[in-house]
T-cell receptor, first 114, second 114 residues
């Protein structure tokens, strides 16, 4: 079964600092990989996804993630944090074969300090 | 606004009762997914329908059932409710029945069982 681990349930960064949220998956075959963001009292919004092709994926709001097969990782980064980035971030995977359900990590709450 | 509409937004009910959550997918989307988000279990996939047919089933309890109607809206029925069923229930939709395509989440229905 697919599983995904997000290291760090809470991450704090200063405004303007680098954001790095970690995600590792466990699968013998690289799955589809996703990052979602959830703002308070809202649904999940897709930031970016990797299905095939270039391993460095650019998403919305200046975020990007790099798929590293050798490390089974898909870490999310943003060069300079904004106050508006404060939210909960979820990494998710889906099996390439069926590709019908997302398995989510436990989430990382990002706090941006002024 | 993702275009996915869920009603009701908030619901409080007693143990043992039955409730129905409703979802209208984005215009043109044929797939509907249901997810449960709770403090204990995190985000879990429940079930997926595509054009009226069940396509995938996740950790959905036998007390729960869902269906997708000819007009493509979906309902999630929760019966014999227990305190542990208190959670945020998300509906999501996509054009195709594969999550490689972007899926869009609604804002969720908050269910509180007392």
């Amino acid at each position: 079964a697919q599983s995904v681990t997000q290291l760090g349930s809470h991450v704090s960064v200063s405004e303007g600092a680098l954001v790095l949220l970690r995600c590792n998956y466990s699968s013998s075959v690289p799955p589809y990989l996703f990052w979602y963001v959830q703002y308070p009292n809202q649904g999940l919004q897709l930031l970016l996804k990797y299905t095939t092709g270039a391993t460095l994926v650019k998403g919305i709001n200046g975020f990007e993630a790099e798929f590293k097969k050798s490390e089974t990782s898909f870490h999310l980064t943003k060069p300079s944090a904004h106050m508006s980035d404060a939210a909960e971030y979820f990494c998710a995977v889906s099996d390439r074969g069926s590709a019908r359900q997302l398995t989510f990590g436990s989430g990382t709450q990002l706090t941006v300090l002024p | 606004d993702s275009g996915v509409t869920q009603t009701p937004k908030h619901l409080i009910t007693a143990t043992g009762q039955r409730v129905t959550l409703r979802c209208s997918p984005r215009s043109g989307d044929l797939s509907v997914y249901w997810y449960q988000q709770s403090l204990d279990q995190g985000l879990q996939f429940l079930i997926q329908y595509y054009n009226g047919e069940e396509r995938a089933k996740g950790n959905i309890l036998e007390r729960f059932s869902a269906q997708q109607f000819p007009d493509l809206h979906s309902e999630l029925n929760l019966s014999s409710l227990e305190l542990g069923d208190s959670a945020l229930y998300f509906c999501a939709s996509s054009v195709a029945d594969r999550v490689g395509n972007t899926i869009y989440f609604g804002e969720g229905s908050w269910l509180t069982v007392v």
